[in-house]
């Protein structure tokens, strides 16, 4: 059976200044450092003992990936390009104040995140969707069985999630809060109403 691990990377500056950052490549904050070692602590006490871990190119995620590979005593993380985060298109770098401002009434609101749906040059999330499945078969054809891992971002972390579950991507932007350095299991033993395996104290505003 092949299970997959999803995190994604711990805080970095744009995340503590209310930036969205997309392709942005800010380095992570003290606290996304301090909850990448909390992860990888936990990943060390636990049964899950991965084949493989790939990461995003972006920093904020390989930090994140270098992190738990030393802890676990495995081999550097492999760059998967495909694993990068969604392109905020003209959003890149705006204030997340100003979603709602600057994207109304295209976008969605939920308890901890407010979605821009489709501004200017950005990826949609059909698109990303699609990024998903393309990543998921290529993941499934390398891997028959074991335990991989995949270090990302939250709205292609999502989407991966979807893409796994054949879920509606409305409804899973909607499902759960996927916070720096959580943790998800895609399996068919997990439900897919809830895979969280481990939720790390959020400090973003």
């Not at 972006?58 to 760059?79: C, G």
């Not at 705006?94 to 040059?121: Q, V």
Request: charged share 20%; aromatic share 6%.
């Amino acid at each position: 059976m092949l299970k997959i691990y999803l995190v994604r990377h711990g805080q970095n500056e744009d995340n503590a200044n209310g930036i969205l950052n997309g392709h942005r490549d800010k380095p992570l904050t003290d606290i996304g450092i301090s909850q990448a070692h909390e992860l990888a602590s936990k990943l060390k006490n636990s049964a899950i003992h991965f084949g493989k871990v790939y990461s995003s190119p972006l920093q904020r995620a390989h930090q994140t990936a270098l992190i738990i590979t030393d802890t676990l005593q495995l081999p550097k993380p492999t760059i998967l390009p495909e694993l990068i985060e969604r392109d905020f298109g003209v959003m890149t770098g705006e204030p997340l104040s100003r979603i709602e401002e600057l994207c109304a009434p295209d976008i969605l609101k939920t308890n901890t995140i407010t979605y821009f749906l489709s501004p200017k040059d950005a990826e949609t999330f059909p698109q990303l969707l699609e990024r998903a499945q393309n990543l998921l078969a290529h993941i499934q054809e390398k891997h028959e069985a074991g335990h991989i891992l995949l270090v990302t971002h939250g709205d292609l972390g999502k989407m991966i999630y979807a893409a796994y579950y054949g879920l509606d991507w409305l409804d899973v932007l909607t499902l759960f809060h996927f916070g720096n350095s959580d943790l998800l299991e895609l399996s068919p033993e997990s439900p897919r109403t809830d895979t969280h395996i481990h939720k790390i104290i959020q400090h973003n505003p």
